[in-house]
């Protein structure tokens, strides 16, 4: 077989073909993969979910008891205070303090061992560490409340002497 081309054609290199007279589906790019799943971040999530219904749980509580205390005021007599529906209600919102107290405790303290979790091992480390920070918040207040409460029974059991 014969070159048709004459003998004095100029040679053009095959770079010096223009990007656009190439079809774009030449340049496609590969998807890039890894090897490692993706991590889930489920638990940095849980631990905000726990921190959050802790904190809240707070917030509902105090509410109660400024509503129990306004209601209890605002006609406050002298001679209902030791009636049997202020007894009971007194008794009904000490009962439910003993309980958000102790579950904050026990939710507040999860939510900060999962939110470290979570920030140490990069599952869900920003919801953890919000999550965290609010188990944290609660936490220090329960453990407040306790230890004043704790020095005030001393303090209470001397009243007689």
Known sequence: M?????????????????????PAADYAVAPVTTDAPRRSRG???????LGLLAFFGDLVLIVVGIVQLVSL???????QLFTSATLAA???????????????????GLAVLLGLIAAITDRGRAPGIVGLIFGLLVLITHIGI????????????NLGT
């Open 43 to 49: 638990l940095g999530r849980f631990a905000l979910i």
């Open 146 to 157: 306790g230890l004043s409460i704790l020095g005030a029974g001393s303090g209470i059991s």
């Open 73 to 79: 005021f605002s006609g406050f007599d002298v001679s």
């Open 2 to 22: 014969t070159d048709p081309t004459p003998a004095d054609a100029p040679v053009v290199p095959a770079t010096a073909v223009p990007a656009a007279a190439v």
């Open 90 to 108: 007194a008794a009904g919102f000490f009962a439910l303090a003993f309980i958000v107290f102790w579950a904050g405790i026990v939710v507040g």
